[in-house]
């Protein structure tokens, strides 16, 4: 089965396969970016991304020399901030450590910042074709199908999907063989309506020929939480108040307007007054509300509003605090919600 197996998927690939810009090179730092990159965002929107970053951080000399807040303002808009802030770290040590050269072994790779088990696998595998398999969520769902596991497809299946792929692993050609699956899984064995009819893996399929390839995996649930809360517009002589957040938790290093969570019992406007209070120690004289916004996360989603504000006396501003004028909001990285107050009260979006 193996050497048919792979031969099929390979020769599907090599005619099918998207054309995209990351495989158009053998440069392990590119193809580590793209692979940061495409963690949880989608191909169309890391394209413009990817070109952008390759021409301003062509190597990772680059990179390393960059500093760390206009790495996150280029990251701005792809989300998971701390993809960018890992590859920045780990592009210093392969700089210091291995004289610019990410080093093929996964024992060394894996202590660098922002290197898991996957993406591992799938920068060794297509840089230097590395006898690892990758697991993610499109190779699970093709899995599962292949092997009928009537289950949702989630991490509690990789285990037995390590020991599926690591047996039909080929001899050579294993970074495309990886691609493969995950070209299978996104274009062929799509997670609605697989095109079992045109899909070189069929004879393989005990999902298919159960005729349970539309009921596997089995549905996820998904849990979304609402959040409510309150954003502060402070305006002093044409210019902005925002504060960057903690290094380390969610969002961190990124710069944002004033404001928070509305707690249980709290109107609007109490809430304003409150995380005012609590985050620039100051008190609020009067706020008019300008508009509202939702912006979606994977696991929640938030629903902001945002007011102008008047205050009694202004707060002291420092490193972590400032005054920004419009112009000057593009160097600042935000994150998403954050951006789009931006583009809504300056650029009227
Ligand atoms: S036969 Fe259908 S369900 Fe099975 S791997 Fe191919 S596309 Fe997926």
Known sequence: ?????????????????????????????????????????????????????????????????A???????????????????????AANKVVCDYKGQLP?????????????????????????????????????????RLLAIKAQADTKQDKVIEGFLTKLLPSKRVGDYNQALMEMGALVCRNREPLCNVCPLKRFCKAYSLGLQEVIPLPQKKIIKDIHAVIAIIEKKGKYLVQKRPSSGLLADLWEFPG?????GEDKFQALVREIKEELDVEVKSAKHLFDLKHFYTQFRVNLSV???????????????????????????????????????????
């Not at 990159?37 to 970053?53: D, G, K, N, S």
């Not at 500093?67 to 770290?89: I, M, S, T």
């Not at 595998?125 to 769902?141: E, G, H, T």
């Not at 928070?260 to 249980?264: C, H, M, N, P, Y």
């Open 307 to 349: 007011f102008i504000c008047q205050l009694k006396n202004y707060p002291a501003v420092y490193e972590q605090r400032k005054w920004v004028g419009r112009k000057d909001f593009s160097r600042y990285p935000m994150p998403s919600g954050s951006a789009k107050i931006v583009d809504k009260l300056f650029n009227k979006t």
């Open 260 to 264: 928070g969570r509305i707690e249980s």
């Open 67 to 89: 500093p760390l807040q206009e790495v996150l303002k280029f990251w701005q808009g792809l989300g998971y901030y701390n993809r960018a802030r890992n590859l920045h770290k």
């Open 1 to 65: 089965m193996t050497a048919n197996f792979s031969k099929l998927l390979l020769s599907w690939f090599d005619k099918n396969k998207r054309d995209l810009p990351w495989r158009k090179t053998k440069d392990p730092y590119h193809i580590w970016v793209s692979e940061i990159m495409l963690q949880q965002t989608t191909v169309r929107a890391v394209i413009p991304y990817y070109e952008r970053w390759i021409k301003t951080y062509p190597t990772v000399f680059d990179l390393a020399r």
């Open 104 to 144: 093929s072994d996964p024992h060394l790779v894996r202590h660098l910042p922002g290197f898991g088990p996957y993406t591992t696998g799938s920068v060794l595998s297509i840089a230097y074709d590395k006898p690892l398999v990758i697991i993610d969520a499109n190779v699970r769902r093709l899995a599962v």
